[in-house]
């Protein structure tokens, strides 16, 4: 039984005990006595590096053991040119699942440094197969959707913002600034959410794109008085606010994109779903048997 759970339970019965007296007439003592004490965190939510930390263990092990953060998402088209339609200003493009695959480890004065590889793959809104080509909902052109390598391949997070190793241009209101998590408790679950906004140079389109993205983490608070944890498990939530997708031949079109997922990391590939394994392995063919592993000195 979750422990926080334990501790509201008690809480419960023992209100419910005075309460009991009170209406039989017993008479009752007015005391200040706690009914129960509250585990302290074991944190400062306000300290940046204690935010870094927490930032981390909910991506992944910074112990440096192999996780595999997977997820599944939607993504639908805004046409803000088009409010008197509502078929034609929002439609459902395609669904997706990706996953990351990564190593952290702590360095020496407490900055997280990571390698990691991502991928996704498209899929249809209605089937959910697992696509090479679609069909553009808004122009019913046929288009190309090659499964997505991630441009980002690792950096080393500090309490002032990632240092990335990407290989395209690339500003973000991430980099440089403090994390600025936002910390909500509710029923002793933690909701942890970040938000950025980013631009950056596509070398297809020879275009700058846009983004706005907000990251949410939901897991028990327990995990934030203990921090011997490695990993802190999580229900992840994304959602991103995009230009349109250079694929999809759209440029110059007004309105933009949303994007949505919701995951979980594991430490096995086994724990991912055998469809999108058997896809990645068709698709992707090296993404799991290429090797993750830290520079040599």
């Known amino acids: 039984m979750n422990t926080l ?24 003592v007015d005391t200040e006595v706690s009914v129960f004490e509250k585990t302290a965190l074991a944190y ?7 935010q870094l930390l927490i930032f981390e263990k909910l991506q992944g092990d ?43 480890r702590q360095l020496d004065n407490g900055n997280i440094e990571t390698k990691s590889k991502g991928w996704l793959l498209y899929q249809d809104s209605k089937t ?33 913002g990632p240092v990335v190793d990407a290989n395209f241009k690339m500003e973000s209101t991430a980099i440089g600034a403090p994390l600025n998590l936002q910390f909500t408790e509710i029923g002793g679950r933690m909701h942890v959410t970040r938000h950025a906004f980013t631009k950056w ?16 983490y939901d897991f028990d608070t327990a995990y934030l008085t203990d921090r011997s944890h490695t990993h ?40 991912l779903p055998e469809t999108f394994i058997k896809a990645t392995e068709d698709k992707q063919p090296d993404v799991f048997t290429e090797p993750l592993e830290w520079d040599k000195e």
């Not at 809480?11 to 007296?21: A, D, G, N, Q």
């Not at 996780?67 to 034609?88: A, H, K, M, Q, W």
Request: net charge negative; aromatic share 12%; hydrophobic share 30%.
């Open 5 to 28: 759970f334990k501790i509201y339970l008690s809480l419960v019965l023992v209100v419910f005990s005075f309460s009991c007296k009170e209406n039989s007439g017993e008479e009752t």
């Open 44 to 50: 400062n939510l306000d300290d940046p590096m204690d």
């Open 62 to 104: 910074i112990s440096g053991k192999k996780t595999y953060s997977y997820s599944e998402g939607r993504v639908f088209g805004i046409r803000t040119d088009r409010p008197d339609s509502l078929n034609v200003f929002g439609k459902e493009v395609f669904k997706y699942t990706g996953c990351g695959i990564k190593i952290m």
């Open 128 to 160: 959910g197969e697992f696509l090479d080509k679609m069909t553009n909902p808004y122009t019913g052109q046929e288009v190309e959707v090659p499964a997505f390598r991630a441009g980002i391949r690792g950096g080393v997070m500090t309490p002032n």
């Open 201 to 216: 140079f596509e070398s297809k389109s020879q275009t700058w794109r846009t983004e706005m993205t907000l990251d949410t």
């Open 232 to 271: 802190i498990p999580s229900d992840y939530h994304w959602t991103s606010q995009t230009s349109w997708l250079s694929l999809l031949d759209m440029a110059g079109t007004p309105g933009h994109m949303i994007w949505t997922s919701s995951g979980q990391t594991f430490y096995n590939k086994s724990d």
